[in-house]
T-cell receptor
Framework: EAQVTQNPRYLITVTGKKLTVTCSQN?????MSWYRQDPGLGLRQIYY???????DKGDVPEGYKVSRKEKRNFPLILESPSPNQTSLYFC??????????????FGPGTRLTVL | GENVEQHPSTLSVQEGDSAVIKCTYS??????FPWYKQELGKGPQLIID?????GEKKDQRIAVTLNKTAKHFSLHITETQPEDSAVYFC????????????FGKGTHLIIQP
């Protein structure tokens, strides 16, 4: 089954404790992206990757890191989480970047709480 | 960059009636406009999309219209059913940039029985 998976689905942590949210897709997609979803603000892009070893900042990259060492995986890293990073996070992938009109497939989401 | 405005933020309609959600965008170079449906506890899923060379597209009870001159596009759902209750997001491409989609803030559609 074609899908995007994220782990963990729920995470409660404390300020300053490094964490990684994993994302994996089995569709051989080139483009992957991370979004955060906050009430009243919709979906905002954090980082994206157009291919292996190619990553770039989205609209709200501060406090986040990503890596793309393999085509299928695109982990999101919070080196020193803070309470304002409490949010619902979505990973997405598509055959190519959105400007070419490709559908983005979203993962199920990771609800992160930083105390 | 692109800016997408979506209205209304909440829409309540009686079952069987029609629902319309409207979006405007700022970048005249944008050429792809998808609509996503997000059910509770799930990630957004594409329900319909339209490209800039088309004015209208229909898929059963769902239709999307695009007015490039006015830079706005709309989602129309006819004969609404309880399973249509969800949050709907419009989006637009970033135009000439390397980034992906810019999303509206979402519309919570409530279907009243």
């Amino acid at each position: 089954e074609a899908q995007v998976t994220q782990n963990p689905r729920y995470l409660i942590t404390v300020t300053g404790k490094k964490l990684t949210v994993t994302c994996s897709q089995n569709m051989n997609h080139e483009y992957m992206s991370w979004y955060r979803q906050d009430p009243g603000l919709g979906l905002r892009q954090i980082y994206y990757s157009m291919n292996v070893e190619v990553t770039d900042k989205g609209d709200v990259p501060e406090g986040y890191k990503v890596s793309r060492k393999e085509k299928r995986n695109f982990p999101l890293i919070l080196e020193s989480p803070s309470p304002n990073q409490t949010s619902l996070y979505f990973c997405a992938s598509s055959p190519s970047r959105g400007v070419l009109g490709d559908t983005q497939y979203f993962g199920p989401g990771t609800r992160l709480t930083v105390l | 960059g692109e800016n997408v405005e979506q209205h209304p933020s909440t829409l309540s309609v009686q079952e069987g009636d029609s629902a319309v959600i409207k979006c405007t965008y700022s970048d005249s170079a944008s050429n792809y406009f998808p609509w996503y449906k997000q059910e509770l506890g799930k990630g957004p899923q594409l329900i319909i999309d339209i490209r800039s060379n088309v004015g209208e597209k229909k898929d059963q009870r769902i239709a999307v219209t695009l007015n490039k001159t006015a830079k706005h596009f709309s989602l129309h759902i006819t004969e609404t059913q309880p399973e249509d209750s969800a949050v709907y997001f419009c989006a637009a491409t970033g135009g000439g940039g390397a980034d992906g989609l810019t999303f509206g803030k979402g519309t919570h559609l409530i279907i009243q029985p």
